[in-house]
């Protein structure tokens, strides 16, 4: 593998490779139908794995499958590849890995590649909400939960969980809104009812396909004030980690 730093010349020629394919191919949790994140025991960068050849991905990911951890392969054709790049950054990725394992691998900084989308550059009356801290906590917490059918609460997972929650309450989140309907809400398969929000725009896109929502941003302490009274809490991006969280509804004062 090409060490931690490389050469800008060689980032260009990798570039240059990836924008010629048809498609990449991307390490994805069957946990959060998220790309796989580790986080690198060396330099500490949270990172991704992508591969120019199928074949490649497949030996990756039956070395991670021998690990039990639970993944598969995705496909990102050459249309949606910016996007690609660019939502890593609302996931907290700071990295990638291209073509683990072949004499081509090389990680690379995702700023390197890909320069942050400037949200100071938004026109008028528009706001950029992201939630990176939270997002890439939830993807660990939610890797690891959801290995195992019943996993062990690990001092680990505790920590992770508890994380997740100080970072949701620092956070502004997306919501969807119906005109005359208020806020959606999801049953899960208990029968408990919970409310979705959203780190970002790109994860309310995928929840809002049909365009019957319009969105709108709350902060994590007014939550619990626009909740249905059958409301558990919240989901975190449902169409991607899919992270219920309980919340206290707040009771009204009397007047």
Same mark, same amino acid.
């Given at each position: ?42 330099? *500490?960068?949270? $990172?991704?794995?992508?591969? /120019?050849?199928? +074949?490649?991905?497949?030996?990756? %990911?039956?070395?991670? #499958? !021998? ?73 660990? *917490?939610?890797? $690891?939960?959801?290995?195992? /059918?019943?996993? +062990?609460?690990?001092?680990?997972? %505790?920590?992770?969980? #508890? !994380? ?90 009397? %007047?």
């Amino acid at each position: 593998m090409k060490e931690e730093t490389n050469k800008p010349e060689e980032i260009l020629e990798l570039a240059k490779r990836l924008r010629e394919q048809d498609a990449i191919f991307v390490i994805i949790s069957k946990c959060t139908q998220m790309p796989y994140v580790i986080c690198d025991e060396d330099t *500490f960068d949270d $990172e991704i794995l992508i591969f /120019e050849d199928v +074949d490649d991905a497949r030996r990756v %990911k039956e070395r991670l #499958e !021998e690990k039990q951890e639970p993944v598969h392969i995705g496909k990102v054709d050459k249309p949606k590849q910016l996007l690609f790049y660019t939502t890593l950054y609302t996931m907290g990725v700071n990295a990638f890995i291209a073509n683990r394992g072949t004499q081509n691998e090389m990680r690379v900084q995702l700023q390197d590649f890909l320069p942050k989308p400037d949200s100071e550059k938004l026109p008028d009356g528009k706001v950029w909400i992201e939630n990176p801290e939270l997002h890439l906590t939830a993807l660990y *917490f939610v890797q $690891e939960l959801r290995k195992t /059918e019943n996993p +062990d609460i690990t001092e680990e997972l %505790k920590k992770l969980r #508890e !994380e997740v929650l100080v970072d949701f309450q620092r956070g502004t989140y997306v919501i969807a809104m119906a005109d005359e309907k208020g806020l959606p809400m999801l049953k899960q398969k208990n029968g408990d009812v919970y409310q979705p929000v959203f780190t970002d725009i790109m994860e309310f896109n995928k929840f809002n396909v049909e365009k019957k929502f319009k969105p709108a941003m709350v902060e994590a302490e007014k939550i619990s004030n626009i909740m249905a009274p059958e409301s558990k809490g919240v989901v975190v991006n449902p169409l991607g980690v899919n992270l219920p969280l309980q919340l206290q509804k707040k009771q009204q004062e009397n %007047k």
